[in-house]
Nanobody, 123 residues
Framework: QVQLVESGGGLVQAGRSLRLSCAAS????????MGWFRQAPGKEREFVAT????????DSADSVKGRFTISRDNAKNTVYLQMNSLKPEDTAVYYC????????????????WGQGTQVTVSS
């Protein structure tokens, strides 16, 4: 089992920044990938960014490229999502997920999920 706990969400004005954290514990997929997804009210959960534990290879959705950065700290088993220049359309519940292999862009590519953290961006 893998446990994932997100933190760092909150209410922020447009143009500001937030950093989300995801602490992984248990049987982590150290050769696998971690991802961030988000889900806005009435919409499907969508891919935001992904990173591999070993090489640190990353990829992100076009909608966040240049604004969001995913990173990881292997010593702390923690993945981060630095979100800059936030927009009201970034408002969503953000979920962290653990998967087995790269590439991983679909929710079905991931086996474990955190409980989510709310990010609200006001205009």
């Amino acid at each position: 089992q893998v446990q994932l706990v997100e933190s760092g969400g909150g209410l922020v004005q447009a143009g500001r920044s937030l950093r989300l954290s995801c602490a992984a514990s248990g049987r982590t997929f150290r050769s696998g990938v971690m991802g961030w997804f988000r889900q806005a009210p009435g919409k499907e959960r969508e891919f935001v960014a992904t990173i591999t534990w070993i090489s640190g290879r990353t990829d992100s959705a076009d909608s966040v490229k240049g604004r969001f950065t995913i990173s990881r700290d292997n010593a702390k088993n923690t993945v981060y999502l630095q979100m800059n220049s936030l927009k009201p359309e970034d408002t969503a519940v953000y979920y962290c997920a653990a998967g087995r292999k790269y590439p991983a862009y679909r929710t079905s590519d991931y086996d474990y999920w955190g409980q989510g953290t709310q990010v609200t961006v006001s205009s």
